[in-house]
């Protein structure tokens, strides 16, 4: 039965589906404690996407879900990323392609010629042959930062599941999956461009576009380069993350999922112009979490902090998808432990596939399916995973402290220069010691601080008040002093926050005084992530251990009397403390890879109480049918040559293809 903070489930249908199998499965998921499904075309369908056919099964699948009690979400392409509706969105309008610049001297380099160049000295006027601003057009893909191009895509999928379904919009099908859409692509990055936006583009910085385009070629970075690209941010958010927002909102449904490239300040700046005011439209945003590792904290911080600000309740994390076959049940608790410091609370596990025929089992796992050998214990892991997210959504966040997010200064420095690494980096360091020393932060985001406002020494950002603002080095201008007059700022140099005691020194010389702190024999603990909140029945501290080894015993202090210490199934024990003149403390053993809870009382006595991270077992395992054995990691010799190195089998499997193999 699905409640607010219930798992999802990425159901990839990846074969010929048939509504005997789509019955059978979701039984499966509801057994299994999932609460909803997000319904997935994915490599290996064998029903055309979005035809009638396609349409009638799932319909049988929202009516199914019904029958059971569980929710569906439409994941609103085939494959990804989001906006092309399959290829139909370009058949439908050639010019709604990607459209890109590129630059070429001399001879055009294609022939949609933008504007050519003669140059003067080091700079270029319009006319003559020296230079040729181009575009160049990608039908794989469309242009998001057009409003034709996206309304084309609703009309394509998002109304044609409202024509279908639309009865239960609201009821069993809840959301809409956006994946990964993007201006431009990381990988390959150039320049955005889109049709007819030369008035637009000096509506919006009093500049000529084609009198300053050859800037982007010829000096690669600069103020020419923040405007074009901020211009593209802005038309992205509001021509597409926006408008299905919108549309979303006016039909009962929450815009969910994730944009590409989301950990760091190069990739943002290239693919989406951040990932932050994106945020702020959807209902439900979310990340997607890759690996069985600890991820950058600057991709859940970006997160955590729009849900604090904007009053989110529920933000969703796709996760586990390239854990490997070899991920445990406890490795999956460790990675969503860390996600739910960062208040994370709906699960998206990654994936689900209707068939594991062939290359399908190499797609990507971690799998959740009667394939896995615990899957008989998937009801108390995801039953653990949502009384966690219950627990953890009580109270409100209230971090004191502000960071300005400077994404939009990578905007003027050349792209992956040593400049835009090191500043990726250093905010990378920022985060991760802030975190370290245990202090509660938020990010603030360029739209996120054009709306906020200053008050009783204050910076007021949406539902949360910060007292000190944190800036990196040279990444702001005199107009964001101004507005932060009275607020008490600091401007944190290139190296500084790469040492963690000087951290600590810099917050005591502030007389930052921690709400709640975990404390070894050296000072603050390290390796610990907190959260701090306030509940009606008190301060809620969450901390989870990153350490994969080792326990931890540290003593706990803050305000309290005596401390209840929560478990995942709902035991609970009493620790009284010893006071101090600041409270009390006293101490607690947070288990290596695992997490406890401590709620502040104002007395009480002990009680026992039982550890709640022990490892669920697998008791057997056998082989599901004659072709799912599955490996993570091969060499491989293609027509005779000799074996290569041992690597991941996704790589091997494209580098056998690239390569003409079947």
């Given at each position: ?327 445990s049940l406890k490795d999956y608790s460790r990675i969503w432990c860390y996600q739910a410091a960062f208040g994370v609370n709906q699960l998206c596990a990654h994936l689900s596939p209707y068939s594991l025929s062939g290359v399908r089992k190499r797609d990507y796992p971690g799998f959740f399916s009667d394939a896995q050998p615990w899957w008989k214990h998937a009801g108390e892991f995801f039953g653990r995973i949502e009384a966690l997210n219950e627990l953890l959504s009580s109270g409100k966040a209230k971090n004191r402290v502000a960071v300005l997010h400077p994404v939009s200064a990578a905007f003027a420095m050349e792209n992956f220069s040593s400049m835009q690494r090191k500043l990726s980096t250093q905010f990378r360091c920022l985060t991760e010691n802030l975190l370290d020393c245990q202090i509660d932060f938020d990010y603030v985001d360029d739209q996120g601080f054009k709306d906020a406002t200053v008050e009783g020494g204050k910076l007021i950002v949406g539902e949360c008040e910060y007292e000190l603002v944190l800036a990196l080095d040279g990444t ?187």
């Amino acid at each position: 039965m699905y409640g607010k903070y219930s798992a999802l489930v990425f159901w990839a249908w990846n074969d010929r589906i048939t509504n005997d199998g789509i019955d059978e499965q979701l039984k499966q998921f509801y057994d299994a404690g999932i609460g909803g499904v997000i319904v997935h075309a994915r490599a290996g369908l064998k029903i055309e996407y979005m035809s009638d056919q396609w349409m009638d099964l799932f319909a049988h699948a929202v009516r199914k879900a019904k029958e059971l009690g569980l929710k569906v979400v439409i994941y609103d392409e085939n494959g990804w990323p989001s906006g092309f509706a399959g290829g139909m969105v370009v058949r439908q309008n050639p010019d709604f392609a990607m459209k890109q610049l590129i630059f070429s001297v001399g001879v055009p380099c294609s022939d949609e010629i933008l504007c050519s160049y003669k140059k003067e000295g080091d700079e270029y006027v319009v006319g003559g042959n020296d230079l040729f601003a181009c575009v160049k057009r990608n039908s794989d893909y469309v242009d998001l930062t057009d409003r034709r191009v996206t309304q084309a895509f609703i009309g394509l999928t998002h109304e044609k599941y409202r024509e279908k379904c639309g009865d239960e919009f609201g009821k069993t099908i809840v959301a809409v999956f956006t994946d990964e859409p993007q201006y431009s692509s990381f990988e390959n990055f150039l320049f955005p461009y889109s049709c007819e936006i030369n008035g637009a583009f000096r509506e919006f910085c009093g500049l000529d576009l084609k009198e300053n385009l050859w800037r982007l070629y010829a000096e690669k970075e600069g103020e020419f380069k923040k405007l074009y690209l901020s211009f593209f941010a802005e038309r992205f958010k509001k021509n597409y993350t926006a408008t299905v927002a919108e549309w979303c909102e006016k039909n009962g449904l929450d815009m969910t999922g994730h944009f590409s490239a989301e950990d760091g300040i190069i990739s943002q700046a290239c693919g989406s112009g951040g990932v932050m005011p994106h945020y702020r439209f959807m209902q439900r945003p979310g990340i997607d979490y890759l690996g069985r590792r600890f991820a950058s904290p600057v991709l859940l911080k970006q997160l955590e902090s729009v849900k604090n600000q904007c009053g989110k309740e529920v933000v969703l994390s796709e996760s586990f998808g390239g854990a490997g076959w070899g991920a445990s049940l406890k490795d999956y608790s460790r990675i969503w432990c860390y996600q739910a410091a960062f208040g994370v609370n709906q699960l998206c596990a990654h994936l689900s596939p209707y068939s594991l025929s062939g290359v399908r089992k190499r797609d990507y796992p971690g799998f959740f399916s009667d394939a896995q050998p615990w899957w008989k214990h998937a009801g108390e892991f995801f039953g653990r995973i949502e009384a966690l997210n219950e627990l953890l959504s009580s109270g409100k966040a209230k971090n004191r402290v502000a960071v300005l997010h400077p994404v939009s200064a990578a905007f003027a420095m050349e792209n992956f220069s040593s400049m835009q690494r090191k500043l990726s980096t250093q905010f990378r360091c920022l985060t991760e010691n802030l975190l370290d020393c245990q202090i509660d932060f938020d990010y603030v985001d360029d739209q996120g601080f054009k709306d906020a406002t200053v008050e009783g020494g204050k910076l007021i950002v949406g539902e949360c008040e910060y007292e000190l603002v944190l800036a990196l080095d040279g990444t702001f201008d005199s107009d964001v002093l101004n507005k932060l007059s009275g607020v008490k700022v600091g401007i944190v140099g290139v190296d500084f926050f790469n040492r963690r005691d000087d951290v600590i020194r810099w917050f005591k010389h502030l007389r930052y005084e921690r709400r709640a702190v975990f404390t070894d024999g050296e000072g603050v603990a390290q390796g610990l992530i907190v959260t701090y909140k306030q509940t009606d029945e008190g301060a809620l501290v969450y901390a989870f251990n990153k350490n994969n080894c080792d326990s931890k015993t540290v003593c706990l202090s803050g305000e309290f009397k005596a401390v209840k210490e929560i478990s995942f199934n709902g035991e609970e024990r009493v620790m009284p403390a010893i006071m101090c003149e600041k409270g009390g403390f006293c101490r607690v053993s947070i288990p290596a890879g695992g997490a406890k809870v401590f709620v502040f009382l104002s007395g009480g006595e002990a009680a026992c109480g039982k550890e709640y991270m022990e490892e669920l077992p697998i008791v057997d395992s056998c082989l599901k049918d004659k072709n799912c054995l599955t490996i993570d990691r091969a060499s491989y010799s293609f027509n005779g040559t000799d074996y290569s190195e041992v690597k991941d089998v996704i790589s091997v499997a494209s580098e056998v293809y690239s390569q003409g193999g079947a």
